[in-house]
Structures are given as structure tokens and as C-alpha cells.
């Protein structure tokens, strides 16, 4: 396993240039979680159009994985109804757990998947994922 | 110092990690044991294990007499005036909460003030936070100067007749520091003040006389200078225990029980409820004898060497910012560090993959971390098992993170 697969060129592209980074006016859903251990922090913010992601935004600070991650993951479920974003998310929870999944659902998102072999940083790049979820039970 | 004969006294300084030697860098969360430390621990339990302070029989003599040997061995190590001022915890943590809930319980006050710096570690805050807080009593914090070292003067424009307690940590986990504790427990005394020193960073490193300081209490950490985990020691003056009731209560801190009376044991017994750890105990008095044999002043000053050349070195990866005092005659061997563009935890993986242990975080010091403006830091620290070679290792691999992510403007 090398450094150079888990920092992908990509994972360092979305680390210092994130994207959807900010905030939204009158979002309809947010959440914040952290990791206290490391002292990664995620913030996310949603507007839905009927049952569509129509936008979302992250902020937050951290290491690579935890950011990058944020940024791949709010452009993954950008305009995405929420079934497909909560695919999305399981698909991603199942490659950091090492179990099969579909990469054609991941995309981009699948420049992660070599954190599975970083025990340490998989809370890393699932705090976004978390933070999702939370902000997605706040739909009706 | 022969170095690699030294090293060998350590069998998991031997280890590969990644397909790499292991250079490790994490000595301020927790050291290595020598073999003697090892098989000390596994002597008792293959020759002559039993509870202590209990049995008529030979193996409880002998187990008892090795537990109160290494109340001996830390009485000497940090020169109290008597084994009735030693009295064995869990951890340096525990020695402080133990304080804070006998002591401070009985004698902070409403409107009493406690003096701490901003470089204590948690275990030196929250409890006098939450004691603050029961008792409404006022916490005021000295703060660091820009070079890394405490702020004496507002340290001393804090004093007051209000002033009930000083709480300051001998070396910073992070910045290093070296705190002028005897300086400290002079003014603080002049007020009335009772002075608690955090020395689980300090005593694994420098010869410790807890006379000398004239401090009324001393926390210390076993598994920080070679002994096992799970085994620490508080240091309190004699006159302070005699006043103190009990911190937790059960067997063995008793004389006498009955259904409506219970008579305290002496000290420093009274302090120590419960089957104690003697298996870490015993460690520990194996630690000491491996610390006193290589001499603290040996340690000291090769440590300081191995700073100084460290200081020298991580100066040159490029972007890098060292926090706490920069020059080694201030410090001990704890640097902490950030790299522009490169996330603590993202050096600590890849150093990870050249076998390089260091620490990423808040390093359990997260109001030091604010009031630094940041919210995690990276952290070497070392011991006398280190070597210039694994110093040039640690640079040669900051110096490939900060290219894995590039040049940042």
C-alpha cells in the first residue's frame, strides 16, 4: 500500500480547492458533527426541491480525507433525489468497510477507498456521511 | 551513552514496522520498556504473586515487600522527605482528581481563586474547572509569552490573598517548556496558596526534589518514565495528608471498621482503597532502577543534545512553524509543530508509512490549541533510546509530506 493511493491527486485537488464550500440562505436542513479525538469538523447545509437535493454546501476544517471527502460528496448528491443520495451514502459506508460496492454509483467518490487500509483515518472520511445523515432525518 | 547498546535493553525498538525500522517518536504519550521493567512484571506472577498487605504467608510477605520497595524507589527518585508522602494511583490523572476531591473539596471556597497557565494538560484543568464550579470559586489562567515560556509577570499580578491554590505543569506536553516551578511555589506560598505541580512530563526526563521545589503536591506518571501502565504516584507533604479525609474508601485504606465507626489507616495507606496495582508498582521500581543506574543528569543532557539537533533540523522543511520555546536550554524533548498546506493527521499517516511514530491532535491541551489559533498540532517527542539518525528520518519524511501536497500558496 502506498501514500500515494491513499492521497490521490484528486483527494488533494478537492483538499485545496473544495468544492460547494459556503453557506446557503434559509437552508431547510443542517447538521455539524465533529471528530473530537482528531478535531475534524463538518458542517452541511441543504436546500431540497420536493424529494431533490437541489443544493448543498459544506463547511468545515480537518485533515485531507475529512474535507475532501465533504467536497466529493456534496457535489455526488448535487441535484440527486434523496433515495439516490442515501445510495450514495451506503455504497460509500460500504467501501471504507471494506465490503462490496458499486463504483458507477460512487464515482468520483471512489477516490477514497484506499482509506479502508488506514484504520485510524476511516473516521475521517465517514464524518461527512454522518453529518448527512443526520441533516437528511431532518426532512419530512 | 552507547546508544545501540541502550537501544537493545528496549526489544520493541527492534521492530519493523511498514518494512521499516520503527522510529519511535511518541515518548510524551507513553515510553518503552526495557527488558528489566518486562520481566520484573512477569517474576511476580511466576514466583511470588500475591495480595498485598493481607496474608501471613511467605508470598504475601515478599509481594508486600516488593510493593513498599518501589514506594521506597519513588520516594528517592523524587526525594520526598518520607514514604509516607508517596502514595501510589492509576496515573498522574488520577494523583490530581485525588487532590481536587480531598483537599480542594475541603479548602476552595466561594469566591477563592485558582491560579492555573494555559499550558496545563486536562487532567490539570478540568478538575479544578469542575471544583471551580461546585464550590463557585474563580479560575484565572497564566498565560504563555510569544516565545513559548510562561508569562511571570501575569503570573504574578494574578496572585492575590484570594489565591487558594497554584496549579502549574513542570514541562508542557506540547510546547516543552520548562516552567520555573520553585520560583512559582515561592511567590504562590507568600500568599498562603497551596501549589500543585504536574510532573508527568518532567520527571521521566530530569532529576526531580520535591524539597528543593517545596511544592505541596506532585502528580507522577508511571508508563511515561518505562514503568507499566496503569500505575502513577502522588507526592503531597505529610502535614497535607494528615488533614485530608480519604479520596475513595474500601479495603485496605481502614484500621478498623465497625457498624457505626471506621477508623482511617495511617499514611500514606489511607490514600490507597482497593488492591492496589502492585504488579505496576513493582514496574515501576524496575523503571526507576534502569532510570537511576543510566543517571538523570546523563538523560538530561543528551536529551537536551538530541533537541537542540532536532530544532536545528526541523527548521529546515519548508513552510513548518514549531511552537513553544525554540531554543533547547528551555525545553524538554517535545516539539510540536505544523506544516502549511499539510494537516497534522496527514503527517502523522505518512510518517506512519516510513515507520515513524509521532502524535496528531489536540494533545488533550485543547486551550492551548485555541489560544495558539489552531486545532490540532503534530508532536515528536523523545527519550534517551533516540538518535540523531532517527531525528534525520523525521525530516527527511516531513520534508516528503509537504511534497506529497505540494506547494502551497
Same mark, same amino acid.
Given at each position: 500500500?502506498?501514500?500515494?493511493?491513499?492521497?490521490?491527486?484528486?483527494?488533494?485537488?478537492?483538499?485545496?480547492?473544495? +468544492?460547494?464550500?459556503?453557506?446557503? %440562505?434559509?437552508?431547510?436542513?443542517?447538521?455539524?458533527?465533529? $471528530?473530537? =479525538?482528531? @478535531?475534524? *469538523?463538518?458542517?452541511?447545509?441543504?436546500?431540497?426541491?420536493?424529494?431533490?437535493?437541489?443544493?448543498?454546501?459544506?463547511?468545515?476544517?480537518?485533515?485531507?480525507?475529512?474535507?475532501?471527502?465533504?467536497?466529493?460528496?456534496?457535489?455526488?448528491? +448535487?441535484?440527486?433525489?434523496?433515495? %439516490?443520495?442515501?445510495?450514495?451514502?451506503?455504497?460509500?459506508? $460500504?467501501? =471504507?468497510? @471494506?465490503? *462490496?460496492?458499486?463504483?458507477?454509483?460512487?464515482?468520483?467518490?471512489?477516490?477514497?477507498?484506499?482509506?479502508?487500509?488506514?484504520?485510524?483515518?476511516?473516521?475521517?472520511?465517514?464524518?461527512?456521511?454522518?453529518?448527512?445523515?443526520?441533516?437528511?432525518?431532518?426532512?419530512? | 551513552?552507547?546508544?545501540?547498546?541502550?537501544?537493545?535493553?528496549?526489544?520493541?525498538?527492534?521492530?519493523?514496522?511498514?518494512?521499516?525500522?520503527?522510529?519511535?517518536?511518541?515518548?510524551?504519550?507513553?515510553?518503552?520498556?526495557?527488558?528489566?521493567?518486562?520481566?520484573?512484571?512477569?517474576?511476580?506472577?511466576?514466583?511470588?504473586?500475591?495480595?498485598?498487605?493481607?496474608?501471613?504467608?511467605?508470598?504475601?510477605?515478599?509481594?508486600?515487600?516488593?510493593?513498599?520497595?518501589?514506594?521506597?524507589?519513588?520516594?528517592?527518585?523524587?526525594?520526598?522527605?518520607?514514604?509516607?508522602?508517596?502514595?501510589?494511583?492509576?496515573?498522574?490523572?488520577?494523583?490530581?482528581?485525588?487532590?481536587?476531591?480531598?483537599?480542594?473539596?475541603?479548602?476552595?471556597?466561594?469566591?477563592?481563586?485558582?491560579?492555573?497557565?494555559?499550558?496545563?494538560?486536562?487532567?490539570?484543568?478540568?478538575?479544578?474547572?469542575?471544583?471551580?464550579?461546585?464550590?463557585?470559586?474563580?479560575?484565572?489562567?497564566?498565560?504563555?509569552?510569544?516565545?513559548?515560556?510562561?508569562?511571570?509577570?501575569?503570573?504574578?499580578?494574578?496572585?492575590?490573598?484570594?489565591?487558594?491554590?497554584?496549579?502549574?505543569?513542570?514541562?508542557?506536553?506540547?510546547?516543552?517548556?520548562?516552567?520555573?516551578?520553585?520560583?512559582?511555589?515561592?511567590?504562590?506560598?507568600?500568599?498562603?496558596?497551596?501549589?500543585?505541580?504536574?510532573?508527568?512530563?518532567?520527571?521521566?526526563?530530569?532529576?526531580?526534589?520535591?524539597?528543593?521545589?517545596?511544592?505541596?503536591?506532585?502528580?507522577?506518571?508511571?508508563?511515561?518514565?518505562?514503568?507499566?501502565?496503569?500505575?502513577?504516584?502522588?507526592?503531597?507533604?505529610?502535614?497535607?495528608?494528615?488533614?485530608?479525609?480519604?479520596?475513595?474508601?474500601?479495603?485496605?485504606?481502614?484500621?478498623?471498621?465497625?457498624?457505626?465507626?471506621?477508623?482511617?489507616?495511617?499514611?500514606?495507606?489511607?490514600?490507597?482503597?482497593?488492591?492496589?496495582?502492585?504488579?505496576?508498582?513493582?514496574?515501576?521500581?524496575?523503571?526507576?532502577?534502569?532510570?537511576?543506574?543510566?543517571?538523570?543528569?546523563?538523560?538530561?543532557?543528551?536529551?537536551?543534545?538530541?533537541?537542540?539537533?532536532?530544532?536545528?533540523?526541523?527548521?529546515?522543511?519548508?513552510?513548518?512553524?514549531?511552537?513553544?520555546?525554540?531554543?533547547?536550554?528551555?525545553?524538554?524533548?517535545?516539539?510540536?509543530?505544523?506544516?502549511?498546506?499539510?494537516?497534522?493527521?496527514?503527517?502523522?499517516?505518512?510518517?506512519?508509512?516510513?515507520?515513524?511514530?509521532?502524535?496528531?491532535?489536540?494533545?488533550?491541551?485543547?486551550?492551548?490549541?485555541?489560544?495558539?489559533?489552531?486545532?490540532?498540532?503534530?508532536?515528536?517527542?523523545?527519550?534517551?533510546?533516540?538518535?540523531?539518525?532517527?531525528?534525520?528520518?523525521?525530516?527527511?519524511?516531513?520534508?516528503?509530506?509537504?511534497?506529497?501536497?505540494?506547494?502551497?500558496?
Amino acid at each position: 500500500m502506498s501514500l500515494e493511493e491513499l492521497f490521490k491527486e484528486i483527494i488533494i485537488e478537492h483538499y485545496q480547492h473544495p +468544492k460547494n464550500q459556503g453557506h446557503l %440562505e434559509h437552508p431547510d436542513a443542517k447538521s455539524d458533527g465533529s $471528530n473530537p =479525538l482528531c @478535531g475534524d *469538523e463538518i458542517a452541511m447545509e441543504l436546500i431540497f426541491d420536493g424529494n431533490v437535493v437541489r443544493n448543498v454546501m459544506f463547511t468545515g476544517n480537518g485533515c485531507s480525507i475529512s474535507q475532501s471527502a465533504a467536497s466529493l460528496i456534496t457535489e455526488a448528491i +448535487k441535484g440527486k433525489t434523496i433515495e %439516490e443520495t442515501r445510495t450514495i451514502m451506503n455504497e460509500y459506508k $460500504n467501501m =471504507l468497510a @471494506g465490503k *462490496e460496492y458499486n463504483a458507477d454509483i460512487l464515482g468520483d467518490l471512489e477516490a477514497l477507498s484506499d482509506v479502508k487500509r488506514y484504520p485510524a483515518r476511516v473516521k475521517c472520511a465517514s464524518l461527512s456521511v454522518a453529518v448527512l445523515d443526520q441533516a437528511l432525518q431532518q426532512k419530512k | 551513552m552507547d546508544i545501540e547498546r541502550i537501544r537493545k535493553d528496549f526489544p520493541v525498538l527492534s521492530r519493523m514496522v511498514r518494512d521499516k525500522k520503527l522510529v519511535y517518536l511518541d515518548n510524551a504519550a507513553t515510553t518503552q520498556k526495557p527488558s528489566v521493567v518486562i520481566d520484573a512484571v512477569a517474576d511476580l506472577y511466576k514466583n511470588y504473586n500475591a495480595n498485598v498487605h493481607r496474608g501471613v504467608y511467605l508470598l504475601a510477605e515478599e509481594s508486600t515487600q516488593a510493593y513498599e520497595d518501589s514506594r521506597e524507589a519513588v520516594r528517592r527518585f523524587i526525594n520526598a522527605n518520607s514514604t509516607k508522602e508517596i502514595v501510589f494511583t492509576r496515573n498522574a490523572t488520577e494523583a490530581l482528581n485525588l487532590i481536587a476531591y480531598t483537599w480542594g473539596e475541603a479548602n476552595i471556597h466561594a469566591g477563592d481563586e485558582i491560579v492555573v497557565s494555559i499550558m496545563e494538560h486536562h487532567s490539570n484543568y478540568v478538575p479544578w474547572f469542575r471544583l471551580a464550579h461546585r464550590k463557585g470559586a474563580v479560575i484565572k489562567i497564566v498565560p504563555s509569552r510569544m516565545d513559548g515560556e510562561l508569562d511571570m509577570d501575569a503570573f504574578k499580578s494574578m496572585l492575590s490573598d484570594k489565591t487558594k491554590l497554584v496549579g502549574i505543569v513542570h514541562m508542557s506536553n506540547v510546547f516543552g517548556t520548562i516552567n520555573p516551578v520553585k520560583e512559582i511555589t515561592a511567590l504562590a506560598h507568600k500568599k498562603g496558596a497551596a501549589v500543585v505541580v504536574d510532573g508527568a512530563q518532567s520527571a521521566p526526563h530530569m532529576k526531580i526534589d520535591v524539597r528543593d521545589i517545596d511544592c505541596d503536591f506532585f502528580a507522577v506518571s508511571g508508563h511515561k518514565m518505562l514503568g507499566p501502565t496503569g500505575i502513577g504516584a502522588l507526592y503531597a507533604k505529610e502535614s497535607y495528608l494528615e488533614s485530608m479525609e480519604p479520596f475513595l474508601s474500601g479495603g485496605e485504606m481502614i484500621l478498623k471498621v465497625t457498624l457505626d465507626s471506621v477508623v482511617y489507616n495511617e499514611l500514606p495507606w489511607k490514600f490507597e482503597a482497593g488492591t492496589p496495582n502492585y504488579e505496576g508498582a513493582i514496574g515501576l521500581k524496575a523503571a526507576i532502577g534502569y532510570l537511576e543506574k543510566m543517571g538523570m543528569d546523563t538523560i538530561e543532557s543528551y536529551e537536551r543534545e538530541l533537541t537542540a539537533y532536532a530544532l536545528e533540523k526541523m527548521k529546515t522543511v519548508p513552510g513548518i512553524f514549531i511552537y513553544g520555546p525554540l531554543r533547547a536550554e528551555k525545553k524538554g524533548g517535545i516539539i510540536a509543530f505544523n506544516i502549511k498546506g499539510v494537516h497534522s493527521h496527514d503527517i502523522g499517516t505518512i510518517l506512519d508509512s516510513e515507520g515513524i511514530a509521532i502524535r496528531a491532535g489536540h494533545h488533550c491541551a485543547q486551550p492551548l490549541m485555541i489560544d495558539c489559533g489552531v486545532s490540532a498540532m503534530a508532536r515528536a517527542s523523545f527519550y534517551f533510546y533516540n538518535t540523531k539518525q532517527e531525528i534525520d528520518s523525521l525530516v527527511a519524511a516531513l520534508k516528503k509530506s509537504k511534497e506529497i501536497f505540494g506547494h502551497v500558496a
